[in-house]
């Protein structure tokens, strides 16, 4: 690890600190990346989703994690500012197999990741967490391992335990050695308010509809507000929007009206080095 990725992992961690708000709107690619970095982004975080669509796989675990490692590697190489990467439920789940795909995105020049807990155990994460930080360290890296409970998303208990539960699987996890926490579909602001309040980790929601605005989120205790898949599922709904009126009705306005100048695009990467 370079000294000035180094300082990247300190940056980043610095980022959720008590009073931060750290807002990321999720990249899939290269490109994607260095387009929301130019918009402002103080750190790129990649959407599993997106990432694994673009390489031509689902989400799910499903992506080889050497096509992930390259993606990652393509992503660092026009990017300044931190990066974090998605490994979902590490592709395995064996711990230690897990470590050695996160081990290979710190090679590529990740200093965070977010590893999921999905519709497994939670002491499986544990040990994922736990081996994900042994790993990091014979790096001599600081990662930041923001762990994702899927609570809320699976609907594992029934709505009136979800927050006690979420919160039990927070503490769970940082005495496994987590910096912080993810849940995504949680709205409810009480709801909220308890997990940012007792989970004893920065709290990181999901973009959504029902969602309360950034300022309220900040007031509730929030600390990382992400945009998961949905500006990738934008981009698509509007490939599919503009392709399917090309064949249908012949009309390009779909494709022409919200257009990204060409000039100003090729420009994001005119000055980024050879690899």
């Given at each position: ?177 987590c910096d912080g926490i993810f849940v995504p579909l949680v709205a409810e602001p009480g709801a909220i308010r308890e997990i940012a309040s007792a989970a004893g980790l920065p709290l990181n929601v999901l973009v959504m509809a029902t969602l309360p605005s ?62």
């Amino acid at each position: 690890m370079t000294d000035s990725a180094s300082d990247r992992a300190k940056h980043f961690r610095q980022m959720h600190g008590q009073g931060q708000f750290l807002v990321l709107a999720n990249a899939w690619d290269a490109g994607s990346a260095r387009l929301i970095e130019s918009c402002g982004a103080k750190a790129i975080a990649t959407t599993s989703a997106g990432l694994a669509w673009s390489r031509g796989y689902p989400d799910g675990d499903v992506l080889p994690p050497r096509v992930l490692s390259i993606a990652v590697s393509e992503i660092e190489r026009v990017i300044s500012v931190p990066l974090s990467v998605d490994i979902e439920g590490g592709y395995s789940s064996d711990p230690e197999k897990a470590a050695e795909s996160v081990s290979a995105v710190i090679d590529a020049g990740a200093v965070g990741i977010n590893l999921e807990d999905g519709a497994g155990s939670p002491d499986l994460l544990c040990k994922k967490i736990a081996a994900v930080k042994r790993a990091a360290a014979r790096k001599g890296v600081d990662l930041f391992v923001n762990a994702r409970t899927d609570v809320y998303l699976r609907g594992l208990v029934p709505k009136e335990q979800a927050t006690e539960t979420t919160i039990a699987r927070a503490q769970q996890y940082r005495e496994a050695g987590c910096d912080g926490i993810f849940v995504p579909l949680v709205a409810e602001p009480g709801a909220i308010r308890e997990i940012a309040s007792a989970a004893g980790l920065p709290l990181n929601v999901l973009v959504m509809a029902t969602l309360p605005s950034p300022d309220e989120l900040r007031k509730l205790g929030v600390r990382r507000l992400s945009a998961g898949s949905a500006i990738a599922q934008a981009v698509y709904g509007l490939a599919k929007t503009a392709a399917t009126e090309l064949f249908t009705s012949g009309s390009y306005a779909p494709m022409l009206d919200r257009s990204m100048d060409y000039t100003q695009m090729n420009a994001l990467f005119s000055n980024i080095p050879a690899s």
